[in-house]
């Protein structure tokens, strides 16, 4: 009672709705507390250390969210980029490569952000298991690339794969086929941070165990939390230790961000003789991209702006191609010293994404997570580069997968480059229906993958199979309506052809 009459006093007197709101915070920061305190209890011996780690981070977290207010960035304060601040890749590569890259290179460590499953595209497991081109995974072409650097040019690049707790088993027993290649292999693991129910905001998990009833508790914070968790797993001073200088980190998933010597030449040996401590790697907008982060300029320093952060009366400002014309691809390179120098000084800030799901049993929860661009305005120096489309292959679903495996590309040493036979340098559009989004779904119904040189637009809707050796050119639409089915005969060349109705081949 007596807490009662001390809430509605607060809340009677003049400052009484903020000072109440305060009260009411803390209370809730409390019994967050509490909650994690007793899932600690649940833990073994060895898990102690970590789960505490882990723990101790969310909670970090949920405080800046309980803190935060509205939007987290001003509109008005947000202006382009001044020129320099972006540079253009052909400005870089303009420089050439020094005599000793062997000595640049040996200071490089690639980091692929490899938490994600498969889900998406109908796959178990980790989505780097997943055949992308002549039955070589993410993770064999990423081997592949890396080796190929290794013995050019006799050095010693690891790579380094940040798992989540969702990937970390199967990606590890993957990676014993690897042990005789020329490419040391390092694994470290995000943070496990706990779902929190959507009403009440406390954790909805009641031990630290992530299966059965609790499987779905859990969740990794997003890629922002590759700073803290490459700190704590030691890794960062091993490297350190070995002279190590640079991280080049990107999505496992984005076959075109392979390690470009140019950039690194640039980090390395800056014209100005001042380096940079975080350059992040944007490209041209096209009208697919219109929901991307962008670069902006914000209070005196570069910053990453995400839709989910703008105000709702500008997000058609934000999307359109004419205000900001380049977005992130999320390859970023990073100076290890000043990683370790910010962490070590709490001073990365990253916003927070609030991110609501819903969970099989029908609960609402929500999870807070970062994204590892958005730091760029607590390292100094920190640099955008201005780097062609190429470098932006990401394969995010089975539309992907089809260019990807498709003639447009071909593979040399795990690096995917266009084919010069195509005429022009862009993509083509594709988009299959919902019958191609699992992957298995999507192979049975391509006999061969089509010839698509010329292709400059595909859609494909409804219950469609492609015999072997078709060829698509230009734009191309095939319609099959609801009970109707649609065989593309082996062989077939479809230039600007609309196909609707029922096409069916049988065999004799």
Known sequence: ERVVQVLIYIAMSQDGASQFQEVILQELELSVKKELEKILTTATSHEFEHTKKDLDGFRKLFHRFLQEKGPSVDWGKIQRPPEDSIQPYEKIKARGLPDNISSVLNKLVVVKLNGGLGTSMGCKGPKSLIGVRNENTFLDLTVQQIEHLNKTYNTDVPLVLMNSFNTDEDTKKILQKYNHCRV?????????????????????????????????????????????????????????????????????????????????NHLMNPPNGKRCEFVMEVTNKTRADVKGGTLTQYEGKLRLVEIAQVPK??????????????????NLWISLAAVKRLQEQNAIDMEIIVNPKTLDGGLNVIQLETAVGAAIKSFENSLGINVPRSRFLPVKTTSDLLLVMSNLYSLNAGSLTMSEKREFPTVPLVKLGSSFTKVQDYLRRFE????????????????????????????????????????IPPGAVLENKIVSGNLRILDH
């Open 184 to 264: 040391k292999i390092y694994t470290f693991n995000q943070s496990r941070y706990p779902r929190i129910n959507k009403e009440s905001l406390l954790p909805i998990a009641k031990d630290v165990s992530y299966s059965g009833e609790n499987t779905e508790a859990w969740y990794p914070p997003g890629h922002g939390d590759i700073y803290a968790s490459f700190y704590n797993s030691g890794l960062l001073d091993t490297f350190i230790e070995e002279g190590k200088e640079y991280i080049f980190v990107s999505n496992i998933d984005n076959l075109g961000a392979t390690v470009d010597l140019y950039i690194l």
């Open 313 to 330: 009366a500008h997000v058609d400002e934000f999307k359109s191609v004419s205000k900001f014309k380049i977005f992130n691809t999320n």
């Open 448 to 487: 061969s993958i089509p010839d698509m040189l010329e292709l400059d637009h595909l859609t494909v809707s409804g219950d469609v199979t492609f015999g072997k050796n078709v060829s698509l050119k230009g734009t191309v639409i095939i319609i099959a309506n609801h009970g109707d089915r649609i065989d």
